[in-house]
């Protein structure tokens, strides 16, 4: 998000580490990333329509509802209406949005990292990139699975 959707980076990290380190100390637990998900998949997915502005603001929504929501004991109501299958399903949707982009990224004849048109050689390297990345997801999806003792039936 922050190279396609051009956000400072110090402000992206210094605001996440600060409210991410706040969190964890007050509750003593680490904070999934769920609720942002959908905004960070629209956001890369749509950059031209999803400014800079647009994300602050979906953040700063975002705070406030599930604020409200866990003030007033709502999270849990809610969350009973939301079974697996519609959490895996919202889950698919959001890999495939990330799927396509990357896919588009690959692809397209400018070199993703430094931005400069490229050529021939450039393209090469976008999809040599692809690959090597997709490979060390499934490395570490293999590895997780593994690390948590599930045999191929319990799948």
């Known amino acids: 998000m922050i190279l396609i959707n ?6 992206v990290f210094l605001a996440f580490g600060l409210f991410y ?12 990333l769920q609720p942002l998900k959908a905004v960070g998949a629209i956001a890369i997915a ?18 406030c509802i599930l604020l409200l929501l866990s003030l ?5 109501r809610i969350a009973r209406l939301f ?10 949707a959001l890999g495939l949005i ?5 896919i588009e990224l690959i692809v397209t004849q400018k070199l993703f990292l ?7 050689s450039q393209y090469h390297t976008n999809l040599i990139l692809g690959f090597l990345v997709f490979a060390m997801v499934l490395a570490v999806l293999q590895r997780t699975t593994d690390s948590a003792g599930l045999e191929p039936q319990d799948q």
């Open 114 to 120: 430094s931005g400069a048109t490229g050529n021939y």
């Open 72 to 76: 007033t004991g709502m999270v849990d």
């Open 46 to 63: 749509y950059p031209g329509q999803v400014t800079e502005p647009v994300i602050g603001a979906a953040g700063m929504i975002f705070g």
């Open 21 to 32: 380190l706040m969190t964890g100390f007050y509750y003593r637990l680490p904070v999934p």
């Open 98 to 102: 990330f799927l396509k982009k990357g």
């Open 6 to 11: 051009k956000l400072s980076p110090t402000t």
């Open 83 to 92: 079974t697996q299958p519609v959490v895996r399903g919202i889950q698919l």
